[in-house]
């Protein structure tokens, strides 16, 4: 079984490539990948869309290592970015950019994705963040993961940065979740007793022709099936570094408490999945600044309240962990908003969402100096 300090950690982003003349995203994929092959080697990725690009940091073994990852491919990503005058930005949807405008990336994936899935893919200009544990034990994998289902609507209010679609302000914190739910496979899996139990499941569907390989199940988290990690999709791109550390880290810490309550032949309750996306429709509509169900306690309860209660639990990994700077950030996003509160405050004051975009990219770059 995992010893919790060594629950190593990776982060996927994919960001937005921008135009700084007219703050529209512009497709310019091909370009990044061929001018920064030797930079990147593998970590430098295309995406669905070619004004997508995508980052994956080395494996890491403490918080600490992801910061200076996060910090170091910015940076070259934002180099090789101003370098043929663009920008990047990490958030969730584009304030005003149109789907229909977008170019699809030419490979054979993405023309079968399109293929299979028609008008819901090409509406997939979306932008996501998703954070690697790494567990070896197949089985202890599925028990985390039947256990996290519970605390996922409040690590997506966390990262919430998506609140315009198409220059429209959605009413919504995260959009970017709206969108994504269209696919089929999304949400919060379902409970499983086993790794068997899982494989069985996945079986199933190749077998009947509904995927073709176990990528194609999108939960909000889910066993990675190349690699001996549990991967958790929920977060829109998150724009801050300091915001990505801080959830990164909370991820790792709930991880780490879950594995110490089964050591003690303890679980986190397993509730049902109904009560489960009705908390998260919360956080998607109105991230910090609303309120989710305490399914303990059968009342609806402040987010900041929730998140100091999941800190408590999760206090006495922290140290072990290393990760107890990086954590306390938690508190900041609940005292000064997150990427989406950001956003619809400076529209709220210039009523230009052309500023939305020259916040957004100032953010995404400024903790990489």
């Not at 998506?162 to 009413?171: Q, R």
């Not at 829109?236 to 309550?261: F, G, N, R, S």
Request: glycine letters at 6%; aromatic letters at 8%.
């Amino acid at each position: 079984m995992n010893d919790i300090k060594n629950l190593t950690l990776g982060v996927e982003e994919e960001y937005q490539i921008i135009d700084p003349e007219s703050r529209d995203l512009t497709s310019y994929v091909g370009k990044f990948l061929e001018q920064g092959a030797f930079l990147f080697r593998d970590q430098l990725q295309p995406e669905l869309l070619q004004s997508q690009i995508e980052i994956g940091t080395n494996v890491c073994q403490n918080i600490q290592q992801i910061t200076e990852e996060i910090r170091r491919l910015r940076s070259m990503v934002g180099d090789l970015a101003g370098k043929n005058n663009r920008a990047i930005i990490a958030a969730g949807t584009h304030p005003f950019s149109q789907w229909r405008d977008q170019i699809v990336t030419d490979k054979e994936r993405y023309h079968g994705f399109f293929d299979s899935m028609r008008i819901v893919a090409k509406r997939m200009l979306i932008f996501g963040m998703h954070v690697h544990v790494g567990i070896q034990d197949k089985d202890l994998r599925i028990d985390v993961m039947n256990q996290m289902r519970y605390f996922m609507p409040h690590i997506l209010s966390l990262s919430t940065s998506s609140p315009f679609w198409h220059g429209e302000d959605t009413g919504f914190k995260s959009y970017r979740s709206i969108i994504f739910e269209d696919l089929p496979r999304t949400g919060n899996p379902e409970h499983f007793d086993s790794a068997a139990d899982y494989d069985s499941y996945v079986d199933t569907l190749i077998k009947c022709g509904s995927i073709d390989e176990p990528t194609k199940i999108w939960w909000d988290i889910r066993p990675h099936s190349k690699f001996p990690t549990l991967e958790f999709r929920i977060c829109d791109c998150t724009t801050k570094i300091k915001e990505v550390t801080a959830i990164a880290a909370l991820i790792q810490a709930l991880v780490a408490k879950l594995i110490q309550l089964r050591r003690n032949n303890l679980t986190w309750r397993h509730y049902r999945a109904g009560f489960i996306s009705e908390n998260k429709w919360r956080a998607m509509k109105d991230g910090i600044q609303g309120k989710l169900i305490d399914l303990g306690k059968n009342i609806e309860t402040p987010i900041p309240q929730l998140m100091e209660e999941i800190l408590e639990f999760v206090d006495d990994v922290v140290d072990p962990l290393g990760s107890r700077k990086e954590i306390e950030y938690i508190r900041t996003i609940m005292k000064e908003g997150t990427s989406a509160d950001r956003q619809l405050q400076k529209y709220k004051e210039n009523d230009s969402m052309k500023e939305v975009v020259d916040m957004l990219i100032e953010n995404t770059m400024a903790e990489c100096n």
